[in-house]
């Protein structure tokens, strides 16, 4: 796909500033940078245990649905397409896929907010692309010469950058990651193949579920409608179910195609030439365009209302919030039950924090473990 790629200056370099690490180290003969960080991310614990974290649904008696590893899985595949077809640096927005969501809780976004509720009372916040910077830089310990994986400059800007922009005013602490300016595309468009991945895969899910019908996500998803018609009318007789699978597919498509054109027309149309305009440019360069944004934020309302908040997921969350609260509360009244690792962190960050840190890393059937034996020392029952 040649003919859709950017100046070449747009890419990050292989070898440059942002391939530097806060502990040098010397060159490896035959793998980038951005390679050797695919290879740290894949190798953490962090990683491994997104195996035991909600993407969507908790326990619910399938074994196809996604969880977070495999989620992330979806996205690094999208995302290094996309990353191909621009002529952007692959090696880079692998990683950055890999690591997108390693500083999830578990219990998906229930366990989230929960942690984010508990740490207000605190005066503090949960933020899932803040804590993977605290996993990369601090919690993964498995070099003799550094702390943390000693990531890039570039993976770390892109894990604290890909979905949001922070306020230097704010976050004193993140300076060093350039936050009067854009990040570089590799990390800009990862937001989007993780919307690309879920918007698809939650919908195959949904039905898995028999919580969603095809008639259903028919009248209620217009991409999805505009690909399913003429399949159908092309294969009758066809067994629903690939029909379902291929519009799934063709859906997936049709929006990573309108991504690689839109972020080409953009960079194009303001004479982008390189890395240094793609950093000056006011707003993001890696959107949808604005036909496939409507498509996009229908879809996702659509799962809004008829999969994430429907009552079933919902009573799912309550229990999740409730768990987490409990053994917020309980770690709370007696730092001391925190194994020594942990407790011996609480003089430097404060209870709250490590609590925060030690639940956020557990996976939902290691944090309902604890709740079990938690409990049983402290937690007056919730009746
Ligand atoms: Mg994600």
Redesign the pocket.
């Known amino acids: 796909m040649a003919a859709t790629a950017l100046p070449a200056a747009c890419a990050v370099p292989q070898n440059g500033p942002l391939a530097q690490r806060a502990f040098s180290e010397p060159d490896h003969p035959y793998r980038s940078p951005f390679q050797r960080d695919c290879g740290r991310i894949i190798h953490s614990r962090a990683f491994r245990r997104l195996a035991g974290k909600t993407?969507v649904f908790t326990r619910r008696g399938s074994d196809h649905f996604r969880s977070?590893l495999t989620?992330?899985m979806e996205?690094a595949q999208i995302a290094r397409t996309i990353a191909r077809a621009l002529g952007l640096n692959e090696d880079l927005t692998e990683a950055l896929a890999l690591a997108?969501?390693i500083g999830?809780p578990p219990f998906g976004h229930a366990g989230e907010r929960a942690l984010d509720e508990a740490l207000q009372q605190f005066g503090l916040r949960f933020d899932h692309n803040l804590h993977a910077l605290r996993i990369v830089e601090h919690f993964e310990n498995r070099h003799l010469e550094f702390r943390g994986l000693n990531l890039t400059l570039a993976v770390r800007e892109g894990i604290v950058k890909h979905s949001r922009d922070y306020s230097a005013q704010d976050h004193p602490e993140l300076a060093a990651y350039l936050l009067d300016q854009r990040p570089p595309l590799e990390a800009q468009l990862i937001d989007l193949a993780?919307e690309i991945?879920?918007l698809t895969a939650d919908l195959d899910d949904g039905v898995e579920a028999e919580i969603l019908t095809l008639q259903q996500i028919r009248a209620g998803v217009r991409l999805f409608e505009l690909q399913f018609a003429p399949i159908a009318h092309s294969h009758p007789g066809a067994p629903e179910k690939l029909l379902f699978q291929e519009t799934l597919k063709l859906m997936l498509n049709a929006l990573a195609d309108d991504l690689v054109a839109e972020i080409r027309r953009r960079v194009r149309e303001r004479g982008i030439q390189d890395l240094e305009d793609i950093r000056r440019t006011p707003e993001r360069i890696a959107a949808f365009s604005t036909e496939m944004e409507e498509f996009r934020r229908d879809a996702k309302e659509f799962l809004y209302h008829n999969l994430y908040l429907c009552e079933d997921l919902r009573r799912g969350h309550q229990q999740a919030a409730n768990v987490i609260a409990d053994l917020f509360a309980a770690w709370m009244a007696d730092p001391a039950l925190l194994p020594p690792g942990y407790s011996s962190q609480v003089d430097a960050e404060g209870a709250p924090r490590v609590i925060a840190d030690y639940i956020a890393g557990m996976t939902d059937h290691f944090v309902l473990e604890m709740h079990r034996s938690v409990r049983q020392m402290v937690v007056p029952s919730r009746s």
Request: charged fraction near 25%; aromatic fraction near 10%.
């Open positions: 993407q977070r989620h992330t996205v997108h969501d999830h993780d991945a879920y």
